[in-house]
């Protein structure tokens, strides 16, 4: 996908956007449900990161904006909380070359500068699509201890979802 967008957006948007409907609607055992991206994150971010740089014909996006819509509307989506963990473009690109995955060597500093800024807009801004849940933001910058300790101060609001 990384390689060639025009050709394999469309269709990893579509798995995905599948797929996370998928996990939304799982049925756990667990009390809590906690998901790595959602169905939201997938289009307001990834799908709009696509259209927006040219890699997505407006065809294909407004399939997939129709199916988004069309999931939304009709489906309940139940979202108590999203956690941002707020981390620069440059730290997310150190820590893609400190994991060393074939498929991450394509991705540059600017694609992640881009999603970085949608997350921006429509996470801490505000100004780009409706928030489906109350955010809480968790600066995400440091060294592993660092962010242990982050994930500790949180731990109540993440796993009770009573961040408001």
């Known amino acids: 996908m990384y390689q060639d967008p025009e050709r394999w957006g469309i269709t990893l948007q579509t798995y995905v956007q599948l797929t996370m409907l998928e996990r939304h609607l799982s049925s756990i055992a667990a009390p809590v449900r906690m998901m790595e991206r959602s169905i939201f994150s997938a289009k ?26 069309w999931i939304t509307a009709n489906i309940s989506i139940p979202v108590d909380l999203i956690v941002y963990l707020q981390t620069s473009p440059q730290t997310c ?12 060597k394509v991705i540059p500093l600017e694609y992640l500068e881009y999603i970085h800024q949608l997350y921006e807009d429509w996470l801490i801004k505000r100004t780009s699509f409706p928030l489906p849940a109350p955010v809480l933001v968790i600066p995400a ?19 009770a979802a009573s961040y408001v």
Do not use: T
């Open 93 to 104: 690109h150190e820590r893609l070359k400190q994991r060393c995955r074939e498929e991450e």
């Open 141 to 159: 910058d440091h060294d592993l201890q660092k962010m242990l300790h982050q994930y500790d101060e949180n731990g109540d609001k993440i796993l």
């Open 44 to 69: 307001y971010i990834f799908v709009e990161n696509l259209f927006r740089s040219g890699k997505m014909p407006e065809v294909d996006y407004a399939v997939l904006s129709e199916w988004f819509d």
